[in-house]
């Protein structure tokens, strides 16, 4: 799931689809996903997309001091943003943000991004690559935006050539009524989550 929050998993949307494990690709509202996981009980990961807070850090100014807080991220969920876990016997890697087009958090130039993406490499490659790849923009050219805001990052389509995950979720385009198209790079599936999309591995 990502970007628009789908009312009817608030109702009994989420009972019928039962999953056994929820991924989030950003941009959603963290008490939105408190409330599914609580509700569903199985776990769910998640990596921030350019519309959330930076889960890293805030500033927070206390007359003439400037204090770094950690901001706390949705209760009993993982954010997956950087790291590579196991769940269930599925390994999930993840990379938030989108391509930098103005000033905010999770928001990241090419270069920055090929950067995060040759650190994610280097941790797959110590152990063994994941199944999943989970990330909040797509690969470059593989059903991204021509507008800045809305392009993909061209480090991920090297992870797909290298890591070759079974399976890539992303978010941030939102298909506003238009059919979404999955696509099929070698093994890899790769499939716009926005607002949720049911999948079996």
Known sequence: MADEVDDALYEDGLQQLKPDLILSAGDLPFDYLENLVTRAGVPLLYVPGNHDADVKFHRSTYGPVVVE????????????????????GLRIA??????R????????????????????????????????????????????????????????????????????????LHPYGRQRQDRQVGGTLIVNAVPHRLLEL
Do not use: W
């Open 94 to 99: 993840g990379l938030g943000g989108s391509i």
């Open 101 to 172: 087009y103005r000033e905010g958090p999770n928001q990241y130039t090419q270069a920055a991004m090929r950067r995060r993406a040759l650190a994610l490499e280097l941790r797959a490659r110590l152990r063994k690559p994941p199944d999943v790849l989970l990330t909040h923009s797509p690969p470059r050219g593989l059903g991204d935006g021509d507008d800045l805001p809305h392009q993909g990052f061209e480090a991920f389509n090297r992870l797909l050539t290298v890591l070759h995950p079974r399976l890539m979720v992303h978010g941030h």
């Open 69 to 88: 807080e950690p901001i706390p991220g949705p209760e009993g969920c993982d954010n997956v943003d950087g790291k590579i876990l196991e769940v269930d």
